[in-house]
């Protein structure tokens, strides 16, 4: 994994961790199974191939699965935050009465704020078993 991916991980923010069932170094992404029969396809999920955990590359995967579902979480909720923003400014009428700094401001603190909320509501989910 490079630094950089590394370094993201610290700020992932609110996550859902999906407990692992089973036991073993073969590990299904899709049903979030541990299992001691690999390599080969995960006998519960159609075409989804074992991971072998003991393989650096694989565990490097895992944390880059899970770090692009809260990448997309935190879009998802910015974008959600900024139409909801726009609405009330909108609504309220704002961009006429308060200078568009203030406006400006204002929206960008809400957004961020709102975002942050979405994601705690709704956080991503943690897959990979061996994250801390
Ligand atoms: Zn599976």
């Known amino acids: 994994m490079t630094q950089e991916s590394r370094r993201g991980l610290g700020t992932l923010g609110p996550v859902r961790r999906i407990v692992c069932r ?60 900024a139409a909801i923003v726009i609405v009330v400014l909108i609504a309220n009428g704002l961009f006429g009465t308060q200078t568009l700094r203030g406006s400006a401001r204002f929206g960008a603190v809400a957004m961020g704020g709102l975002a942050m909320l979405l994601v705690g509501l709704f956080p991503p989910q943690q897959r990979n078993p061996l994250a801390k």
């Open 22 to 81: 089973g036991q073993g170094k073969w590990f299904c992404e899709r049903c979030v199974t541990r299992y001691q029969e690999g390599p080969g396809d995960c006998p519960r999920c159609i075409d989804e191939p074992l991971l072998n955990l003991d393989v650096g590359a694989v565990r490097e995967l895992l944390e880059e699965l899970d770090a692009n579902r809260a990448r997309q979480r935190w879009g998802q909720a910015m974008g959600a935050s």
